[in-house]
């Protein structure tokens, strides 16, 4: 079964570092995002991609974020400049349609940031 | 008010129990509905999606009541390994078709044996 793949499953950075996380999303599906969930909260939105450019973006996503799909197949987040508060677990997924449809979106098993 | 709203629990129940979990959401123009399963510390998997009509799959009945912008998840039979947190999970409306997703904080179910 197809899956999303992210690496690493764990990083731990310190406050002030850039981190760059990686995600391989489904092969065919033309809709990426990121989520975060800090421990103990709900998964909250960041961003959503198509078409080579962000869709959408939340309050979170300010510019200390970033996204990029470097070639057709990893999708990346690059967070500049680590807070503490930036420790979280962050998921990657992806879909294959957008709109108001009842279309799934399939998440990677997710890295957890820890800032020190 | 919050977008989405549970009960966080956690509900402990035996097995063989029926459960039942429910949510309601804000916005009356969201459209896609969906409960997804967690794990700890996992990534959220998708349970089922919300059908206007209601819909079953298994032990899992899933409804939605549009009027009251409510939707609700029957788990019949309980099984141990159906312990997790399942998040109430909705379309933001305003995403302008990009499929965002507003989740619910979700409710921790435990089955015992």
Known sequence: ???????????????????????????????????????????????????????????????????????????????RSTKLEDSAMYFC???????????????????????? | RKEVEQDPGPFNVPEGATVAFNCTYSNSASQSFFWYRQDCRKEPKLLMSVYSSGNEDGRFTAQLNRASQYISLLIRDSKLSDSATYLC???????????????????????HP
């Open chain 2, 89 to 111: 999970v909705v379309n933001d409306p305003f995403s302008g078709g990009y499929n965002k997703l507003i989740f619910g904080a979700g409710t921790r179910l435990a089955v």
């Open chain 1, 1 to 79: 079964e197809p899956e999303v793949t992210q690496t690493p499953s764990h990083q731990v950075t310190q406050m002030g570092q850039e981190v760059i996380l990686r995600c391989v999303p489904i092969s065919n599906h033309l809709y990426f995002y990121w989520y975060r969930q800090i421990l103990g909260q709900k998964v909250e939105f960041l961003v959503s991609f198509y078409n080579n450019e962000i869709s959408e973006k939340s309050e979170i996503f300010d510019d200390q974020f970033s996204v990029e799909r470097p070639d057709g197949s990893n999708f990346t987040l690059k967070i």
């Open chain 1, 93 to 116: 997924a992806s879909s294959d349609s957008g709109g108001t449809e009842l279309t799934e979106a399939f998440f990677g098993q997710g890295t957890r940031l820890t800032v020190v």
